[in-house]
C-alpha cells in the first residue's frame, strides 16, 4: 500500500522536508558562520521539521548538535531537567567529551529528573543543578564543532533568572559555538532579543519562517502526486490559494485530496473541493474547541476580522466588547500568533470555520 507523500502530523524526518531549501541552507550557512539566529514563526509552521533538517545537515558536514526544547517549561528544576536529557541524547564525538565533564563535575548525565523526583531534603539544589549543566554544555561544545539548537525557547521566561544565566554561560563563546533559538509565540520571541531590559538584548538576528510559496507548494503537490501514479486534477494551481501557504494545512489538504485518488486513474472531478470538505469536516470539533479556548474579546476580534469589519466603531456594538478589551485582544492574538501584524488569521481553516459558523 502507498504511503501518502503529504506527512502533515508531528515533526517531519529531515528527508521528508520539502519547500524549504532557502530557510534551510540559510539557517545552517548562519548556525556553521557562528551568526546567533531566532527563527519566528506561528504554530504548525513547520520550524521545528525545518530546524531537524538542519540538524541533519550540519551533522552531516562533522559538526556536533545538541538539541534542547524548552517548551512548557515552569522551573528551574524542568529546565534542568531538559538540558539534562538534551545533554544525555546527543550523539557524536561530543558525546566523550559530556560524559567526561560531567564526571569531573560529579555529575552522571540522564538522572536529573529521578533526583528531582525525590523527597524534598534529597533534591538536588535547582539553581546550583543548572548552573554545572551550563557548564556541561560550553565546556563540551568547545571541544568540537558544535550547533546547539533549542526549540521553543521563549517558555524560559515563565522561569525567573534562567534567561540572564544562560546568557551568562554563552555571551563570551558565540564565536565558538553555533546558536539558533526558535520560538512559536513570535511576539514574546522578537521582545527577547528586541527589548534592552531582556538578558538576550541583541544577541541574534531576528529570521520569520514564511508560509509556501506558490511556486513551492505546486512542486511539492505535483511531485507527491506523480511519484504515487495519482492524478492532481486542480490541487497543484488551487491549493495556494485556499491554504494561504499555510504549511500544514496545505499538506492537511493535499493528504486528502491523494486519498481520494486511485493509481492509474483520472482525478475526480472536484478534487480540491472534496478534499477541502472533508478536512472541514475532521477539523469541525478541534476548530470548535479551538475558538471556545479564547476569550470573549478574542473572539470578537476574530469575527470582525473574518468578516472584514473596522475592529473599532461599529463592530464593537455588534458584539458587545469595549474599544480597550478589543485593543489588547488584538495584541494578544498577534503575540501568539493567531493573526499577523497586518491583521490577518494565519489558520486558513480557522477562518474559515468563523465566516460558516457565525452570520455576523
Known sequence: MDVSPFP??????????????????????????????????????????????????????????????????????????????????????IRDALRSIAST??????????????????????????????DVLVKAALTHPTVVIIDEFSSINQVEGVAGMLRTKLQHHVREIGLLFAGSEPTAMASMFSLRDQPF??????????????????????EGFEATDRDPGDVVDGLHPVSEGHPYRAMQIADAA?????????????????????????????????????????????????????????SLELLGSSQGGIAAARNRLIASGTISRDLRIVDPLLADWIRRRFPI
Open 258 to 314: 491523494w486519498r481520494l485518488c486511485e493509481p492509474g486513474q483520472p482525478a475526480p472531478d472536484n478534487l480540491l473541493a472534496s478534499a477541502f470538505d472533508l478536512v472541514r469536516a475532521n477539523t469541525e470539533s478541534a476548530l470548535e474547541t479551538l475558538f471556545s479556548s479564547f476569550a470573549p474579546s478574542e473572539q470578537s476580534v476574530l469575527r470582525s476580522l473574518q468578516a472584514g469589519r473596522p475592529l473599532f466603531g461599529g
Open 105 to 134: 563535575l560529579s555529575l552522571n548525565l540522564g538522572v536529573f529528573k529521578v533526583q528531582f523526583a525525590q523527597k524534598p531534603s534529597l533534591r538536588p539544589d535547582p539553581d546550583a543543578a543548572l548552573h554545572l549543566i551550563l
Open 201 to 222: 538584548y541583541a544577541q541574534a538576528d531576528l529570521l520569520n519562517i514564511e508560509g509556501f510559496s506558490p511556486d513551492s507548494l505546486a512542486a511539492i503537490v505535483r
Open 8 to 93: 502533515h502530523q508531528g515533526p517531519l524526518q529531515p528527508e521528508e522536508v520539502r519547500g524549504r531549501d532557502q530557510i534551510v541552507d540559510e539557517l545552517v550557512e548562519r548556525a556553521t558562520e557562528r551568526r546567533v539566529t531566532a527563527l519566528l514563526g506561528p504554530r504548525r509552521f513547520g520550524k521545528t521539521s525545518v530546524l531537524r533538517k538542519v540538524e541533519s545537515v550540519v551533522t552531516e558536514g562533522g559538526a556536533n548538535v545538541i538539541w534542547i526544547d524548552f517548551y512548557e517549561t515552569r522551573s528551574k528544576a524542568d529546565v534542568v531537567v531538559r538540558l539534562d536529557e538534551a545533554l544525555a541524547a546527543t550523539r557524536g564525538p
